[in-house]
């Protein structure tokens, strides 16, 4: 027993078999898959969710630079701005060291968007 594919293309022909909107069949033997098998399942599509690409930083994540603390800033040595713990750039920016906000002040550096650390 053979399996029958048949693929339809434009309009269907009423009862023709030849030309444009013909029905085509190809045959397979029948060794190469059991009649009885039900037919391979086709994969999904894959979907892409709102809430995934709303939640998802547009920008590329830095790895933190390793060091710091909860008594330590991030100083920027390129801006002369300084990081606290926990907000976005602390230890993320091209250049920079770790030291106290004291330490930082002194060297005349100013506070991200003019916050002190807390």
Do not use: F
Not at 21 to 27: F, I, K, Y
Not at 75 to 83: K, R
């Amino acid at each position: 027993m053979a399996i029958r594919v048949k693929e339809w293309y434009g309009t269907p022909d009423s009862g023709s078999t030849s030309g444009k909107g013909a029905a085509t069949t190809t045959e397979t033997p029948a060794t190469s898959k059991p009649s009885s098998a039900a037919p391979a399942a086709t994969p999904a599509p894959a979907t892409t969710s709102k809430t995934t690409a709303a939640t998802t930083p547009k920008t590329k994540e830095i790895a933190q630079a390793p060091g710091g603390g909860a008594d330590k800033v991030w100083l920027n040595t390129e801006s002369n701005v300084y990081h606290c713990p926990g907000t976005r750039y602390y230890g993320t920016t091209k250049a920079g060291a770790y030291m106290t906000e004291a330490e930082a002040k002194s060297k005349g550096a100013r506070p991200d968007h003019n916050k002190p650390c807390q």
